[in-house]
């Protein structure tokens, strides 16, 4: 039976599928970045150990596609601008050559917005933008039906905004200022400052974005006032992308990027006050990622995908 190979690499882990021509997901891996050193070790290790489990169940390998958290030249693979997994000028398509299978890179957004457009909330919206929230913040727009890549490859990076305008032509060192707010790093450090300031003891803050969310769901104060910062920073990258591409749909994906789903209402209002015509909002519904989807969808050969 012919199979892809698909890879959804973030900050934090490494989520890779073998699947069928038809988009049945045939077996899975996920590995941890934190546990093997870096994103390029457990891209090797996912990608192989699911290279032996396909060949162990008689399936056939016929490419390979990767969906990373950087700016991607397609034509050559390089990895540009990947400060979440450490890469910056990476020849991300080299490093793949030797597992012996034709390959494609992309922006895992990207992929993402790909997977939203065939088979996922986009289907028939010509004008969309997805915004992805996780270890990091990215994003792809797609205007008429094709997806915009830019002069530099960098179309839809929304962690370039800059929010605060007193902060424009600051040198931007680490998580840039939407990060700093938005991300799961930047939203469980935010709980931890806030719990300091209030003299609260460190072990009571939530210890990640997770709990975050599920502390403000629950009404806990000092968490739903983290959250409430986030949905305004969030509501300003809606905002951006109204103003600049006049998106019909924005879809939020990404770990952190779905746990907004209860706190919908929020910022759709936060959106409806800043702009003349209010996109619809909705969170990726797509399993077990956009990502993946996209990468199984845009495999050479591949027909389609399914949810």
Known sequence: MKAVLA????????????????GVILSERKLQVGAVGSAELALRKVC??????????GHRLTSLVVGVPAVINPATGLAMRGPNIGWDAFDLGAALVDIGLPHQVDNDANLAALAEQRVGDAQGV???ALISIGTGVGGAVVSDGRLLRGAHHAAGEFAALVPDFARLGEPAEGLSEVERVLSGPGISEAALRLARAEGLNESA?????????TRAAAGERLSAQVVATALRVLATCVSAACAVTDPALVILDGSVGRAF???LPQLRELVARSVPVAPRIAVSRLTPTATIRGAICSAPSQPGGSQ
């Not at 192989?48 to 169940?57: F, K, M, P, R, Y």
Request: aromatic share 10%; glycine share 12%.
């Open 7 to 22: 890879v959804d690499l973030g900050g934090t882990k490494c989520h890779g599928v073998v699947a069928g021509l038809n």
């Open 261 to 263: 789903e209860p706190f």
């Open 205 to 213: 803050a939530p210890r990640s974005a997770r709990e975050v969310f």
């Open 126 to 128: 010509a004008d969309f």
């Open 48 to 57: 192989d150990w699911l290279s032996e489990s396909a060949l162990g169940a």
